[in-house]
Each structure stands twice: as C-alpha cells, then as structure tokens.
C-alpha cells in the first residue's frame, strides 16, 4: 500500500487537478492558493533544521559537492533541456524555474529511506531555501535568453515574502518554542503531513489554473521527457562529483538524491504571482516537472543502495 509521505501523491493531486478542469471547471481566486502554499510550504519547514544551520559537522565535501551541482551543472542542464521549448516562452520559463531550483521539500525524506546519509544535507538546506528565492530568478533572466526579463519579477516580492518566508519564519518560531518533548512531536507530525499539504496544493491550483487553460493541457506532454531526461542525467554527473570529493556511500547516495530533487513546490507560488495574462500556463509547467521528479524520486529511492552499494 502506498504510504501516506510517498512523494507519489503530489502527482497524484496533480493530475487529479487536471482530470477536473473538463468536468467541473472552476476559479478559485489566487488568494485562496496563495493561503493553501502557505501552509505546505510552512510544514515543509517544520521538518527542515532552520535554527541549527552549518552545525552539522563533516559535511564539508557533500556542501561543496551540491554547491557546484547547483550553481554549475544544474544550470547548464536547465539551459540546455530549457532551449528545447524556446518556440514556446512560457514552456521555456516554466522549465527553467523549475529545475533551477535546488529541492527542499522531497529529497530529504527520500535520502533518509534510501540509507543516504541525511545529517550531510540538512544543514544546507535553508541555504538552499534562500536560494530558490535569489538566485533562481536572475538566472532564469539570464538563461531564457530575453523571454524572462526583470520587470517580471516586482510582481512577485509580495507573495514571497507572505506565501514563502513568512511560513518559513513561523516554522522557525515553532522550532524555538517547540524543543520540549511533547512539543516537539507536534512538530514531527505535523512535518509527516508536509506530503498531504502539497498535494492538497496542487490538487487546487491544477484544477483552477488548469480551467483556463483547457485547450493548452495537452502541451504539458512536451514537458515530461525532458523532466525525464534530467533526472536520467543527472544521475551520473552526480555521482562523478560525488566520487571526486571523496565521500561515503552514505553520503554519495546522499548527493545522488539531493542532485535530483528540485525546488518546483516553492516555485509554484512565486510563478501565480507573474502577470496572469503572459505567464498564466507557468504553474501548470512547473507542476509537471514536480510531479516527474515526485515519481523519480521514489525510483532513486529503490534503485540507489543497488547504484551505491556498501555502508559507512
């Protein structure tokens, strides 16, 4: 049976979006979705250590590895995979946001089931998190090539700020105030429903985006071989930086997972931000390359102690 924290269900969510817009189509107002990412992507936090970052101690090389992954590989993939789409703006941008973003929300879970090294990760994530936020948007100016400019991005601030940090910064408090025992397995409960919370999410936005733009649906297909070929590629350039660092199986598994998992649940809020006129498919993109990656994710999980064998 299929767990209720399988990554699976935010495809699931999503599709069962999609499969409404023809039968029931429906508009539910951007504050309404905006309100229902708020609260995914508060427990998405609760299960991030955001009052202990850089404490995690010989993480050193994993840090190094992702960094150059993220700033480096990633971006030339994206670039690369995104030009495919470049006859199609919104698809291109769609993309870009999409994979340009370094994952918070799946991977950590899955590293964990895997038998990756977990503790290697964690405390880069609320780097990773600022950085979804301020480097993933003038890279996407810089690799669309004209299509993303920065008069795009004004639009955007406010919904960071109170969809995206402010969560953030309320799962902070709740960390502080939550060290005591019982508190703190409120916390870890409410972290295990993060998955329910982003399906939920996209379930909604599917539906209503999806509804206005009905005879566009069938060109989200275009977008799922190349989320696909990411997660194939990716795959061995990670695991050859990985093996350059000189790092544990553990750890190897560890940037395996954490190279794949991309930052879509945290940008399907800014893209409902962007001018609706223009931009108004981008969500549906970045949620299928979500989706993918929710789907692909669970196949590294299976296949990655087979890929890095042995222990620490």
Known sequence: MLSLRSPVWIAVGFMAGLGLTSLWPIAIPTTALFIAHAIAIFHVALGLPLLSFGRV???????????????????????VLSRIQWRTPDLQVGLLLALLAPGVALSIPVIRRAGGDVESVLGITPLLLAGQLVVVPPLAIVLSGGQFHWSDLPDTFMPIVWVIALPVLIAALFQFVGKMPRLDQVRQRLSNSSVL??????????????????????????????AIAFLVVIAPIS??????????????????????????????????ALDPEYWGFLPL??????????VGLVVYRTISPEIVPGTQ
Not at 241 to 267: C, K, P, Q, Y
Not at 285 to 292: D, L
């Open 239 to 272: 695991l050859l930086i990985a093996g350059l660092v000189g790092v544990t199986a553990e750890r190897r598994r560890a940037i395996l997972i954490a190279a794949a998992g991309r930052g879509g649940v945290v940008m399907v809020p800014i893209t409902l």
């Open 285 to 294: 993109v970045v949620m299928v390359q979500a989706s993918v990656e929710a």
């Open 197 to 226: 919370w982003m399906s939920i999410a996209f379930f909604l936005t599917a539906w209503s985006v999806g509804s206005s733009h009905v005879e566009r649906l069938e060109q989200l297909a275009w977008i799922v071989p190349l």
């Open 57 to 79: 101690v010989g993480s050193g090389r994993v840090w190094r590895a992702l960094i150059v992954l993220n700033l480096v590989v990633v971006p030339a993939l994206a670039f």
